[in-house]
């Protein structure tokens, strides 16, 4: 094994979008299965591996971001997901990981997930190994986390841990509405399987008018593609995210939907203008952003 290296290394990634989220039954392991579409999106996690005495997480969080509620213990995602890298590669030097969080916890955007995928780059970095295999290990640690070390706009079945690229030549301005309190995706879904109940549900598939539309580049055609299946449950169970979604709309938005389990609510603009004065429409209901995608996914920034 290479000698590690005694520097620090940062690594980024960026928050997901789901522009499809097919949601089907759960199989008998109580997974659902997916048919997704993921784009990331500009809003970054940067995480700093630091060698150290012992393991350990720190996390400081962009203004409007609530990072109380990021664990600093055994279960935070980038600890696991650098830990479970030095048990494959045989390292035993431990870390300092510090998380500069730039997206919103539990709002439906990965950002767990996103701070995984860049722990896996950044440890790899910082250790010499070069690891091929780093996809494997991020679909250990979490259904989001490969689309997360890939990023761009693709395609995630199975759990939407299988990922592949989809061609997305163009560029798509969006506006998000976040909130202090998040929702936790396994409610979410068990929300979505309550008002399932009895009900068929089909195979989740991706449609063609939304691989068709990211081809062509074209906003409008994306407009119409966009669709969440956990969004009702996600209405359901937060029924006042129904204001801002139509709000959105009658300030002149394209589309408006849920993030992937939500709250975040996502606002499609037309161009970067448009993005900013359709979030100044919408302060009144959360903490706005804007975000455009898409954006590479985890990459090493700087050592
Ligand atoms: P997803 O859409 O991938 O299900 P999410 O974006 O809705 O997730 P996250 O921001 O990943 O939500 O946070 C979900 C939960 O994960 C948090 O409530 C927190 O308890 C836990 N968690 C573990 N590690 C992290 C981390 N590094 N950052 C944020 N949350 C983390």
Request: include cysteine.
């Amino acid at each position: 094994m290479p000698e590690p290296t005694l520097r620090a290394v940062s690594a980024r990634a960026a928050a997901k979008i789901n522009l499809h989220l097919g949601v089907g039954a759960p199989g008998p392991d109580g997974f659902h299965p997916l048919a997704t579409v993921y784009q990331a999106i500009s809003l970054f996690s940067t995480i700093t591996v630091t060698p150290a005495d012992d393991w350990s997480v720190t996390c400081q969080a962009a203004p409007g971001i609530a990072v109380d509620q990021v664990p600093l213990d055994e279960t935070n995602l980038a600890l696991r997901a650098a830990k479970l890298l030095a048990e494959r590669a045989g390292v035993t030097h431990p870390v300092n990981i510090h998380i500069a969080k730039g997206i919103p916890v539990a709002g439906g955007l990965a950002g767990g997930s996103a701070d995984a995928a860049a722990a896996l780059v950044a440890c790899d970095a910082l250790w010499g190994l070069d690891r091929p295999d780093l996809a494997e290990l991020a679909a250990e640690l979490g259904s989001d986390v490969p689309f997360c070390l890939v990023g761009g706009t693709a395609r995630g079945l199975g759990r939407g841990e299988i990922v592949s690229p989809l061609p997305d030549p163009g560029r798509y301005d969006w506006v998000l509405l976040t909130f202090g309190e998040g929702l936790s995706t396994p409610e979410v879904y068990g929300e979505h399987d309550a008002i399932y109940d009895g009900l068929a549900r089909p195979e989740p598939d991706l449609p063609d008018a939304l691989i068709d539309a990211l081809a062509a580049g074209s906003v409008t055609d994306l407009a119409a593609a966009l669709s969440n299946d956990l969004q009702e449950a996600s209405l359901s169970l937060r029924p006042a995210l129904a204001s801002p979604l139509r709000a959105g709309i009658d300030a002149g938005a394209l589309a408006a939907l849920v993030s992937g389990s939500g709250p975040t609510c996502l606002f499609l603009a037309r161009d970067a203008d448009h993005a900013a004065s359709l979030a100044a429409e919408l302060t009144s209901y959360g903490e706005v952003l804007t975000a455009h995608g898409p954006v590479a996914g985890a990459m090493v920034v700087e050592s």
